[in-house]
């Protein structure tokens, strides 16, 4: 089922290393978000974009970055200054921001 | 501060039994509500929404103002229930931000 793809599945990085996560939509969806979920803790938001070219930051952004240079796509770089990266992370869209959001199938990031 | 809170973090029942999921929210303003569920090797995915006061899937959960709560519940759990749920929040200023509670494991049992 298409609609939004997360790659690579898994994702593995050595410390130190920047490393970007793709987020993609085929829905024609304004909006678009960024999650991390760690067990016990839920989903916290890193960042969002409501329309392209612009986003903000959600509330775990430090470590992170972001760009929304087209529609279709919002990547997510995970930077070395991320003390913590290992996690599970997932990207969501909808329509606008008081529509359904519909997630993507996840990247688990591993840093050793 | 917005904060969504799910007491139990597994909730086990048999099949056929009554199911309630708790949630309870801190919010100041008028909250939209809503349950996501992930069922095993699938997609986090909208369960239901206080606002549209739809049954899904048997499911409905009633917003409680005063007790600041928007427990789900079901009345004769089944199997294909078992899954994670997790109650989220609306944040402020319309971005469209979700706050989410840390997620109840629904465990039915045969």
């Known amino acids: 089922d298409g609609g939004i793809t997360q790659s690579p599945k898994y994702l593995f990085r050595k410390e130190g290393q920047n490393v970007t996560l793709s987020c993609e939509q085929n829905l024609n969806h304004d909006a678009m978000y960024w999650y991390r979920q760690d067990p016990g803790q839920g989903l916290r938001l890193i960042y969002y974009s409501q329309i392209v070219n612009d986003f903000q930051k959600g509330d775990i952004a430090e470590g992170y970055s972001v760009s929304r240079e087209k529609k279709e796509s919002f990547p997510l770089t995970v930077t070395s200054a991320q003390k913590n990266p290992t996690a599970f992370y997932l990207c969501?869209?909808?329509?606008?921001?008081?529509?359904?959001?519909?997630f993507g199938p996840g990247t688990r990031l591993t840093v050793t | 501060a917005q904060r969504v809170t799910q007491p139990e973090k597994l909730l086990s029942v048999f099949k056929g039994a009554p199911v309630e999921l708790k949630c309870n929210y801190s919010?100041?303003?008028?909250?939209?509500l809503f349950w996501y569920v992930q069922y095993s090797r699938q997609r986090l995915q909208l369960l239901l929404r206080?606002?549209s006061r739809e049954s899904i899937k048997g499911f409905t959960a009633d917003l409680n103002k005063g007790e600041t709560s928007f427990h789900l519940k079901k009345p004769f759990a089944q199997e294909e229930d078992s899954a994670m749920y997790y109650c989220a929040l609306s944040g402020s200023s319309n971005t469209g931000k979700l706050i989410f509670g840390q997620g109840t494991t629904l465990q039915v049992k045969p």
């Open positions: 206080h606002i």
């Open positions: 969501a869209s909808s329509i606008n921001r008081d529509y359904e959001q519909y």
């Open positions: 919010y100041s303003g008028s909250p939209e």
